[in-house]
């Protein structure tokens, strides 16, 4: 049995018209220097172009961005798949799944992400024109080595080739009609390995995780096309140069990262899957972990380093003190420290400052955040900026916006708290 194929993947022009109305619109400028500052802050200055010049078909993705966006795609991967880099970076990897992608093998690759593990798996992927092309993906976490935080992920994608495509070549044949031309193509599913063709087609990389709409359930492939032994040691091969570019570009920075969770530093990390999970929410807040020394922040919101002006890295690992200043009230540090201690919710006005040293009146509300087992794992702190507390957002008040982030966080943190809580769990 090969693949059930759908109408709907022959009409590329409808598909094409899709993908760019959804790209029409230009990113906003403050996230577009959050994805650019994903790579600066930790790698050297040339990370980029010597990452273009590795032959591999790649993506970079950074999770802890809302949206779990592409973060840098490598020149082989746009020429094989259509796109431009300005189409790809920054958006989320959904436009690369189609009508034939097989929801199983999403869901494998939705746990490596929840796992943040290696895997290779064989998977239907699709090109900007809507041309489907079987790909052996592999997916590789990047950790960070002074606390094991997963840094970003990188996934390569090999093209599977074929030899035959006649009978008894082991590819059961499928015909639908190209409606944009009036001529028939073909899909189907492999039922044994193939040998590497010199001249095969090239492909492009699959990202993963959010990449996939959950609504989507794709086509079942009933068999999978499997790749060669070739093909899977081509994958890992490419994921061992793009490691070896990242780990020399971090060392000059002094952020070194590596392909293992290599922490001699005693902090548990957020998990990905929980830093994605967090990332969808759009209000200002930042997650303290009362079980280590000094409350570190361990999670800020896109919305966050926004109003502050900070850098994600200038922000993780520090004491929310560092925004107070010369007219911070006492008073009011009083009255969040008093809450902490007796592990109840506050709300308060305080004068906070941003980067640039400009100060704001900070509407703060903090509440204690508990895991699966009751135990306090974090504190959340949501902040509104009171210069824009009268933009209307849904008709919601600033309270009721703040506590609707505070129920989010408190979801997120115990649906994926079993491994993933504080440090004092692990």
Known sequence: MGLKIHPIVGDRRRRSRIVAARMSSELDPDRLSLIDESLTTRYSSSIRDDLDDLPENFLITDPCISGHPIVFASSGFLKMSGYSREEIVGRNGRIFQGPGTD?????????AIRQERKLQISLLNYRKDGTPIWVLFHLCPIFGKEDGRVIHFVAVQVPIC????????????????????????FFGSCRREF???????????????????????????????????????????????????????????????????????RIFPLGSSLNISLGRIKQSFVLTDPNLHDMPIVYASDAFLYMTGFSRHEVL????????????????????????????ACTVRILNYRKDESSFWNFLHISPVRNASGQIAF?????????????????????????????????AVRSLSVGVGSSKSS
């Open 103 to 111: 929801r199983r093998s999403v869901s494998q690759i939705r746990e």
């Open 195 to 265: 040998g590497l063709d010199p001249v095969g087609e090239l492909g492009r990389v699959l990202p993963f995780d959010s990449y996939f709409d959950s609504d989507n359930r794709g086509l079942e492939a009933e068999e999978s096309c499997e790749a060669s032994d070739l093909e899977k040691h081509k994958a890992a091969t490419a994921i061992s140069s793009i490691l070896s570019a990242l780990t020399q570009h971090s060392e000059q920075t002094g952020r070194v990262v590596c392909g293992n969770r290599c922490s001699s530093v």
């Open 379 to 411: 504190y959340v702190g949501v902040q509104i900026d009171e210069d824009s507390m009268n933009v209307s957002e849904g008709g919601l008040s600033p309270e009721m916006r703040q506590l609707g982030a505070v129920g989010a966080v408190k979801v």
């Open 317 to 344: 690992g520090r004491n929310c003190r560092f925004l107070q200043g010369p007219g911070t009230d006492v008073e009011a540090l009083c009255q969040i420290r008093e809450s902490i201690q007796s592990s109840r």
């Open 162 to 185: 074929r030899r035959s495509w006649g009978p008894g070549s082991g590819f059961q044949r499928n015909r639908v009609e190209d409606y944009s031309t009036g001529r028939e193509i």
